[in-house]
């Protein structure tokens, strides 16, 4: 048995900890926080860092697309959705992950297939304001029957604002899991 396969070193930053685990990349000793558990082993953050940078290639105007195309496809489908009054209700649900995957497939096409976690954020930002907007008229109805003390039209306006909110999330979340290329999480 090698002598120094039991060596005990300490963390590279945390220089108080012993530890056993090495970076498989650059081979600087980790502790279980600074460890960053990868298919092939544990790397040190920094390796990670430098290895995501590679797949964040996005460029300035990358952003600027990838905004307006997922807000104003966000916007159009929000405002068909308040112009067909939500009805039916499973129409909203149904909408949501197809403008999502729409969305999607114009931005990669629009940036090349460049991507960054920026331009992920970016995009789903841009789509969530987009179709946000038209659904504030729901919000200003609902205000106006609680003025008015029209209690029936409460009702309905606030039913419109849970489709509405339901079709927000999903082409959000749509938006976002599709998006998200390659990452390594701990």
């Known amino acids: 048995m090698n002598s120094n396969s039991n060596h005990v070193q300490t963390c590279y930053k945390h220089t108080s900890r012993q530890t056993v685990l090495c970076c498989n990349r650059c081979g600087r000793p980790i502790c279980l926080d600074c460890a960053v558990s990868t298919p092939t082993g544990y790397r040190c953050k920094e390796c990670i860092k430098e290895q995501q940078k590679r797949?964040?290639?996005?460029?300035?105007?990358?952003?600027?697309?990838?905004?307006?195309?997922?807000?104003?496809?966000?916007?159009?489908?929000?405002y068909l959705l308040v112009m067909l009054r939500f009805l039916p209700g499973i129409f909203a649900l149904l909408l949501g992950p197809l403008v999502g995957m729409l969305?999607?497939?114009?931005?990669?096409?629009?940036?090349?297939?460049?991507?960054?976690?920026?331009?992920?954020?970016?995009?789903?930002?841009?789509?969530?304001?987009?179709?946000?907007?038209?659904?504030?008229?729901?919000?200003?109805?609902?205000?106006?029957?609680?003025?008015?003390?029209?209690?029936?039209?409460?009702?309905?306006?606030?039913?419109?604002?849970?489709?509405?909110?339901?079709?927000?999330?999903?082409?959000?979340s749509v938006i976002l899991s599709n998006m998200k290329g390659f990452s390594i999480r701990r």
């Open 103 to 172: 969305v999607v497939k114009l931005v990669r096409f629009a940036t090349q297939k460049r991507r960054s976690t920026t331009l992920n954020y970016v995009t789903v930002t841009a789509a969530g304001i987009g179709a946000g907007l038209p659904l504030l008229s729901n919000v200003f109805r609902i205000l106006q029957s609680i003025i008015t003390g029209n209690f029936g039209l409460l009702f309905s306006n606030t039913l419109e604002i849970g489709w509405g909110a339901a079709f927000l999330i999903l082409l959000c």
């Open 55 to 78: 797949f964040n290639n996005s460029i300035p105007r990358d952003y600027v697309f990838a905004g307006l195309i997922a807000f104003v496809l966000g916007l159009m489908s929000s």
